[in-house]
């Protein structure tokens, strides 16, 4: 039996082949224009679950680097200040140094040195408390305005008669963490961290009790002689004239407590300072280490995002060169099938009268 073709279902399927020709070409052109191969995730479904994965990768390196960078700024103003703390506890090495020389010549000489060891004092004091947006670099955690403040001496007196409590002059640093107590003598310490991986963070602030010490235990550090009353010591010492007064006691906190002789206490003193700037480059050591792990962490995020850029590429984007030449053949097909067609499409009644 034969089937019969009407010129009508000949016109039909002829404009239905003209309009898909027409969608692909459109399709091809707006990839072209986009310059991407999904423009609706209907395009390629698979396509796009890959798409939003890198793009989540991707989003995540983005951060990583943004935490380090903010890391780095961090730890590079915790190394100029620490590089200005131990500039001027050289400074000061050399000033005691040369008063052990001179041997206290006169009451002028030791007034202008210790003036001096007061200025170093107050100015490592003004570097412990340097603040990064709003928080201490040496006391990250702690809510306080200053990460080290002064209690100055006071003696009390109660009872009848009054019984007299002298309390020295401390240094205290503000808390961090959980306060000292019976079942943990020396606190805690919280850090501030950034996250600079999926798996790892850098600790971006500084302990300052175990830099410059802590009159008072606390932050995780026990007590001793912080650097800022040492300082203060010193300067005491070399303000008094070689031959007033007994022997004194250098460390309070020694068990057991030993008195040093006058003529003795002043070198003492400086050993301790060189202690004191050791812990500071011992520091400035922990801060560099610390920002060069950053530093690879951000080239490896570096590297990562332009390995990540890649796939999303290879995922998203076109060839574009082969989608032209697609285009191109499209086009083509399309002129070739609009020129067929109207002949089709041009026969009438007239045609078949005749």
Excluded: C
């Excluded at 089937?3 to 404009?15: D, G």
């Excluded at 206290?104 to 412990?128: C, H, N």
């Excluded at 790892?200 to 300052?208: A, E, F, K, P």
């Excluded at 912080?226 to 005491?236: G, T, Y």
């Amino acid at each position: 039996m034969t089937e019969r073709v009407t010129h009508r279902s000949i016109q039909e399927s002829s404009l239905a082949r003209l309009q898909g020709n027409l969608a692909t070409m459109g399709l091809l052109q707006a990839q072209i224009s986009s310059g991407k191969k999904i423009t609706k995730p209907s395009d390629d479904p698979a396509g796009t679950v890959s798409s939003l994965a890198v793009r989540q990768q991707l989003r995540l390196n983005d951060q990583y680097q943004v935490q380090g960078q903010d890391g780095t700024s961090w730890l590079n103003a915790q190394d100029t200040a620490l590089q200005t703390v131990s500039s001027q506890l050289r400074a000061a090495r050399t000033l005691v140094v040369g008063a052990l020389n001179e041997g206290y010549v006169t009451d002028g000489t030791r007034t202008a040195t210790s003036v001096e060891l007061d200025g170093i004092a107050a100015t490592v004091l003004s570097l412990a408390n340097t603040q990064y947006q709003g928080r201490s670099l040496f006391a990250g955690t702690a809510g306080e305005n200053y990460a080290v403040t002064l209690t100055t001496a006071a003696v009390t007196g109660a009872g009848t008669p009054p019984a007299v409590t002298y309390a020295p002059a401390q240094y205290t640093w503000s808390k961090t963490g959980l306060p000292a107590d019976a079942a943990n003598p020396r606190g805690t310490n919280t850090p501030v961290l950034r996250q600079i991986d999926a798996q790892s963070s850098v600790r971006v602030d500084t302990n300052g009790a175990d830099v410059f010490g802590a009159d008072v235990a606390g932050n995780g550090t026990a007590a001793s002689q912080s650097v800022f009353s040492l300082l203060r010591q010193i300067s005491d010492e070399i303000k008094t004239p070689k031959d007033a007064g007994a022997d004194i006691v250098v460390d309070p906190a020694a068990t057991p407590v030993v008195p040093v002789a006058k003529e003795q206490r002043l070198s003492t003193l400086l050993g301790r300072l060189d202690t004191a700037m050791g812990k500071v480059l011992e520091g400035l050591a922990d801060v560099g280490a610390r920002t060069n792990r950053i530093d690879h962490a951000m080239e490896i995020a570096q590297s990562n995002k332009y390995e990540l850029t890649d796939q999303l590429s290879k995922v998203e984007d076109v060839d574009l060169p082969a989608v032209m030449i697609q285009m191109s053949l499209q086009e083509t097909a399309y002129k070739a099938a609009l020129q067929v067609t109207s002949k089709v499409l041009n026969t009438s009644l007239m045609d078949f009268i005749r």
